[in-house]
């Protein structure tokens, strides 16, 4: 079973940038898609971006042009450049594992979960 820790959240203001990680162990990283997902309070869980295996990419409208998902697969790490933060983005952050090694935004396709991390953003 793949344990996923994220790490990097914090609290910013408005129009600065972050970088979250994940770190994946316990598990095969390299050939699956990965993703992100946040759930801001009161609100439900909602899909942010994927990778797939090979580095294709799937973008939420919301954060397109802001955020840059990547993936280091000699390291079994995944990362979330944030960029042009808004308040709106603030959330708990999760990285999740697919089932699968295409970019998917189905909540349903990913069957590993971290335990997320907080990003607050500030106006």
């Known amino acids: 079973q793949v344990r996923l820790v994220e790490s990097g959240g914090g609290f910013v203001q408005a129009g600065d940038s972050l970088r979250l990680s994940c770190a994946a162990s316990g598990g095969t990283f390299g050939s699956y898609a990965m993703g992100w997902f946040r759930q801001a309070p009161g609100k439900e869980r909602e899909f942010v971006t994927a990778?797939?295996?090979?580095?294709?990419?799937l973008y939420a409208d919301s954060v397109k042009g802001r955020f840059t998902i990547s993936r280091d697969n000699t390291k079994n790490t995944m990362y979330l450049q944030m960029s042009n933060l808004k308040p709106e983005d603030t959330a708990v952050y999760y990285c999740?594992?697919?089932?699968?090694?295409?970019?998917?935004?189905?909540?349903?396709?990913?069957?590993?979960w971290g335990q997320g991390t907080q990003v607050t953003v500030s106006s």
């Open positions: 999740a594992r697919s089932q699968f090694f295409r970019a998917s935004n189905r909540q349903s396709d990913f069957g590993s």
């Open positions: 990778i797939s295996w090979s580095g294709g990419t």
